[in-house]
C-alpha cells in the first residue's frame, strides 16, 4: 500500500479569514496544501455552529480543481446528505456515533460517485467502525474533541487506534486513508505519521502560521 506513505495535508478552513475566502483558498493551495478541508458543524452533535452547504458551494467556486473533504460532525447526516452531494465536494465523512443508517448513508455517498469517510471521536473505540471497514476510503480519527479549533493532541487516547486500524486495514487487505484532525501541529503530525495516519487535516498551525508553505513542509516532516 505505497500510496499511504506520503502524507496528504489537508488545511482547514475553520481556520481560515472568511471574508477573504478565495484568496485564503489560493494562499493554502499555492503553499502546498494537498486537500481543502471542511468542516461542518450543527450546534447538536458538537457545541459549535459552523457553516453549511452554502458556504462550501462558495469555496467550490473560488477553488475549482481543489480536492474538497467535507467532515459532517453533525446528528442526522443521512437527512442532510443530498444537499452537500450537490456542492460537489470530492469526499465526505460522516461520524458512527449518531443514531441513524450509517452503513447506508456510507453507500448513498459512493453512489454519488464521492469518496466516502467515516469518523470516530477520541472517546469512541474503534470496534464501533469494524462493520463499515469495507464501506469507506477514510478513516477520521478525530485527535481531540470536536467542535473547536486549537485543543491540544490527544496522543495516547488516539495513537492506539491509529495503530490498530493500520494492522486491520492490513488484515483485511483493504484501501483506505486513515486521517487525523485536532492539534496536529510541526510537533504531533510525526507522531501520527509513526502511527500510520497519511492525511493530516491542520488548521490554527497552518492558516495562522507566519508562512505557511513553511508550516506544510514541516508537517509532512
Same mark, same amino acid.
Given at each position: 500500500m505505497a500510496k499511504f506513505n506520503q502524507s496528504i495535508v489537508a488545511p482547514s478552513l475553520l481556520a481560515a479569514d472568511w471574508t477573504q475566502l478565495g484568496a485564503e483558498c489560493d494562499r493554502a493551495l499555492a503553499a502546498g496544501a494537498d486537500w481543502l478541508h471542511l468542516d461542518v458543524m450543527d450546534?447538536?452533535?458538537?457545541?459549535?455552529?459552523?457553516? &453549511?452547504? +452554502? $458556504?462550501?458551494?462558495?469555496?467550490?467556486?473560488a477553488a475549482p480543481d481543489a480536492y474538497l473533504d467535507a467532515h459532517l460532525m453533525i446528528e442526522r447526516a443521512d437527512h442532510y446528505l443530498d444537499r452537500f452531494i450537490e456542492t460537489e465536494v470530492n469526499n465526505i465523512t460522516i461520524h458512527v456515533e449518531p443514531d441513524y443508517p450509517v452503513g447506508e448513508t456510507l453507500r448513498r455517498i459512493r453512489a454519488a460517485g464521492l469518496s466516502a469517510g467515516l469518523a470516530i471521536n477520541p472517546a469512541t473505540s474503534l470496534d464501533a467502525a469494524l462493520p463499515f471497514l469495507d464501506q469507506i476510503d477514510l478513516l477520521l480519527v478525530m485527535t481531540v474533541v470536536p467542535g473547536?479549533? &486549537?485543543? +491540544? $493532541?490527544?496522543a495516547k487516547e488516539t495513537m492506539p487506534k491509529v495503530e490498530a486500524a493500520v494492522a486491520l486495514r492490513a488484515e483485511r487487505d483493504l484501501a483506505f486513508h486513515i486521517e487525523v484532525d485536532g492539534g496536529i501541529d510541526a510537533a504531533t503530525a510525526p507522531v501520527a505519521t509513526a502511527a500510520g495516519a497519511n492525511v493530516?487535516?491542520?488548521?490554527?498551525?497552518?492558516?495562522?502560521?507566519p508562512d505557511m508553505a513553511t508550516a506544510i513542509t514541516a508537517l509532512r516532516g
Open positions: 450546534g447538536h452533535f458538537v457545541d459549535n455552529i459552523s457553516y &453549511g452547504p +452554502s $458556504f462550501i458551494r462558495h469555496v467550490r467556486q473547536f479549533g &486549537g485543543q +491540544s $493532541f490527544m493530516l487535516v491542520a488548521g490554527t498551525s497552518a492558516f495562522k502560521a
